[in-house]
């Protein structure tokens, strides 16, 4: 039957009320201590409250209602439900357990009360009555002590002394004690000593004032096993009064795996973050506000930027104005439709860094997650350096594509070049051949070839003397000359081509005698190339002027002409490799391209310098040498008399070459002055016939088949009848370490092919003469 609404219902239901409402108030007062642990710590005392002096349906709604307040206020905003779920679900059984023994118990009590008031008169009645109250008090109690015993939680109670009056199941799993070894002793043993005195302060402080008060709630302090070994774990403790006794409860949790974890997370942080810290890719995250979350040291090494000057700023911040739109565009495309992408892998943009200036930079950006929160994280990458390389790989390309045109150009100017001496060479032995007896024709033939052959002899020269230059093989033999005799030596040279080509020569010599240490035929060359160059590249006859002058302390040698001029665009080139003026078909002035090269060389090589100067196309051109001068010396009192040329009768002769005809074309060249001569044709055959022939003199090729020359040149000094004789080294081998293997060898000189005759006599007359 449902209760009347009568005074003490009312009462009941505002008992009722009060108890929540103290219990709540009681419980925001502690908020900033408990946070979101033990919600519900005092709605125990308002639900016995309730369940001693209201009806048990009035207790049952205070207990629903104040379970739902509690929740509402100190445990379901704190924290998304998955971090406290497993937490929240157990203090919520605990409390509906616990509220429900509570509410039982009050129930019956109040029924038992109302049974003996009611039977107070019936002793028998009463009796029966209170020994099912008991019984049932006693089954409440059982199930308390079940609850108590089952929960996760070690569940302890001491009274004011310290001393432990309960110890559940989920203790002594915890400590490792039992509850007959704990009970009755002090609670001071399940604690380590730095925690002693804090507990004995605590007790000390409470007998003396006397105030009931909440200790902690929820805090981390560290418990002790009977084994002795210390362990991590949560406290909560709270105060009660049975019969003017004041009792303190403790509820522990071991979070020893909890701790474990947390270490864990600690140390992948303290691993990820030495990962970030340590790629040398700069790693950047940011919000969808485009707010900088994050920023690694490789970024602050790329940026220039400290991570603490740009935590919290936009990442505008790090890119120049043109990419401003570009961000904000994208952020709020974003926003806009919510869709989940990457907007670029390695794409390259611009960064810019703290001193203002930009750099190119690959940049890879990605979106992630954290519960609802949207994040950004860019990869940026500095490829200033990778772009430079970039740069000079595509130069470097450029260079070799020229240097390949070049190469084949120079390819084809050599076959032309080869090829135009050999035709009037072939034209002369077949006039040779069909005019024996017409001496003239004969005589012109002969002229024609020794032309041709100088030029051929020419190219050949040029490209070994380029190579020897260019490799650094080349020696210079470094005197002291008369400038003025270089120039005299190379307008002899060039003076023929000058005259072939209609031009007139002025030479013009300084006031004074200039003397330089350096090569005079080295030097000589480089100027007549210069003067060839001057007489080939004018279209029509006209002035070549050569002039020697002093300009402070260099000479300047300088060869003007009125020619064709060089166009700009080949003037900064004009003394590369292979670099010449523009060729038709109509009109090709010779060479290889490669005589401007050589005199710069040569010119480097005495430390001195060349120029090349010119108006344009059809406006002459003008190259200048300038070279150190040497200080003047003061004049000899009288020449020195020169030394008379050593001169001797013809001599015993061997010509050794594996070319027949070269051999026995220079025995009978030899032989018209007057030498004895034989010849052999490789290298053991040499031995043989020098024995019985007993050469004073033996001209001898190099590149022989079986046995080169330079073993044969041993084996002769080897025997004693040759340790004196004349040996001439003559090959096509005319690179510097060959002269010095001719030299190791025992050979005497060491001439090229092919060689002037005359020259050839007049070593053989004398073998310390030097070799042009």
């Excluded at 409440?140 to 004011?160: K, M």
């Excluded at 929160?373 to 000079?392: A, C, M, S």
């Excluded at 040279?493 to 300084?510: E, K, R, W």
């Excluded at 665009?569 to 003394?575: A, Q």
Aim: proline share 4%; charged share 25%.
């Amino acid at each position: 039957m449902a209760p009347t609404l009568t005074a003490p219902f009312y009462k009941e239901v505002g008992l009722a009320l009060a108890s929540v409402m103290v219990a709540l108030a009681g419980r925001v007062l502690l908020d900033p201590a408990l946070g979101s642990n033990h919600p519900y710590v005092f709605l125990y005392g308002a639900l016995a409250v309730t369940a001693l002096f209201a009806r048990w349906q009035i207790g049952v709604v205070a207990g629903v209602l104040g379970f739902a307040a509690s929740h509402y206020l100190f445990a379901a905003y704190r924290e998304p439900p998955s971090a406290r779920a497993t937490q929240d679900l157990v203090g919520a059984l605990s409390f509906c357990v616990s509220a429900a023994l509570i509410i039982t118990s009050g129930a019956l009590f109040r029924r038992a009360h109302r049974e003996v008031q009611h039977s107070s008169g019936l002793l028998e009645e009463s009796n029966v009555r209170t020994d099912t109250v008991l019984e049932e008090l006693r089954e409440a109690e059982e199930r308390t002590r079940s609850v108590v015993d089952h929960v996760i939680d070690g569940i302890i109670t001491i009274d004011e002394r310290g001393t432990i009056t309960t110890f559940n199941r989920a203790a002594e799993r915890i400590f490792g004690y039992t509850v007959r070894e704990v009970i009755g002793q002090n609670v001071k043993m399940l604690m380590p000593n730095p925690y002693r005195a804090g507990h004995d302060g605590y007790i000390e402080s409470y007998l003396r004032t006397g105030k009931a008060k909440i200790i902690g709630i929820g805090r981390e302090v560290v418990g002790r096993r009977k084994d002795g070994v210390n362990f991590p774990m949560e406290l909560a403790i709270g105060e009660f009064r049975l019969r003017d006794q004041r009792y303190f409860t403790g509820i522990v949790r071991d979070i020893t795996e909890r701790k474990q974890a947390e270490e864990e997370v600690r140390r992948a942080e303290e691993r990820m973050r030495s990962v970030v810290d340590h790629v040398l890719d700069g790693i950047i995250t940011i919000d969808e506000k485009g707010e900088i979350q994050s920023f690694n040291q490789a970024a602050e090494r790329v940026f220039g930027y400290r991570a603490a000057e740009v935590l919290g700023r936009n990442v505008k911040l790090l890119m120049p104005e043109p990419y401003h739109g570009e961000h904000d565009g994208y952020l709020a495309n974003y926003l806009r439709t919510a869709q989940r992408k990457i907007i670029g892998i390695g794409r390259e943009v611009v960064g810019r860094r703290r001193d203002g200036t930009t750099f190119p930079m690959e940049l890879a950006v990605s979106e992630f997650r954290i519960g609802e929160q949207r994040f950004f994280t860019g990869i940026v990458r500095d490829i200033t350096e990778r772009k430079r390389l970039e740069d000079q790989l595509r130069q470097r390309l450029q260079d070799l594509a020229e240097a390949d045109r070049q190469k084949n150009d120079f390819l084809a100017m050599l076959g032309h070049e080869l090829r135009n001496p050999l035709a009037p060479m072939s034209n002369a032995l077949y006039l040779m051949r069909r005019a024996k007896s017409d001496t003239s024709m004969v005589e012109e033939a002969q002229a024609m070839i020794e032309r041709q052959l100088q030029q051929l002899v020419r190219l050949v020269d040029d490209l070994l003397d380029l190579s020897r230059i260019v490799q650094g093989k080349i020696d210079l033999r470094r005197e002291r000359i008369r400038l003025a005799d270089a120039l005299r030596r190379a307008v002899e040279t060039s003076q023929p081509t000058i005259d072939a080509n209609g031009h007139v020569l002025d030479l013009v010599l300084a006031d004074r005698e200039i003397h330089v240490m350096g090569d005079v035929i080295r030097l000589a060359q480089a100027i007549s190339n210069l003067l060839n160059n001057a007489a080939k590249y004018s279209t029509r006859p006209g002035r070549i002027e050569l002039r020697l002058s002093r300009e402070g302390s260099h000479a300047a040698i300088a060869v003007t002409d009125e020619g064709e001029g060089i166009p700009p665009d080949l003037l900064p080139r004009v003394f590369d490799l292979f670099v010449q003026g523009e060729h038709t078909l109509a009109r090709s002035q010779g060479g290889l391209g490669i005589g401007l090269t050589l005199v710069r060389r040569v010119i480097e090589m005495h430390n001195g310098s060349v120029s090349a100067r010119s108006l344009g196309k059809g406006q002459g051109s003008e190259f200048v040498m300038r070279l150190p001068v040497l200080p003047d010396l003061p004049r000899p009192s009288a020449p020195p008399a020169a030394a008379a040329e050593r001169s001797s009768g013809p001599r015993r002769v061997l010509i050794v070459d594996d070319n027949v005809d070269a051999a026995n074309s220079i025995a009978k060249i030899l032989g018209l002055f007057g030498h004895t001569v034989r010849c052999a044709y490789d290298g053991q055959s040499a031995l043989q016939l020098a024995a019985e022939f007993a050469p004073e003199a033996i001209v001898l090729d190099i590149g022989l088949p079986g046995m080169d020359g330079y073993e044969v040149a041993r084996r002769l000094r080897a025997m004693d009848r040759f340790r004196n004789a004349t040996l001439i080294a003559l090959t096509g081998y005319g690179q510097q370490d060959d002269r010095e293997r001719s030299q190791q060898a025992g050979f005497d000189q060491h001439l090229t092919k092919p060689v002037d005759a005359d020259l050839l006599h007049r070593v053989l007359l004398d073998p310390s003469r030097v070799s042009p």
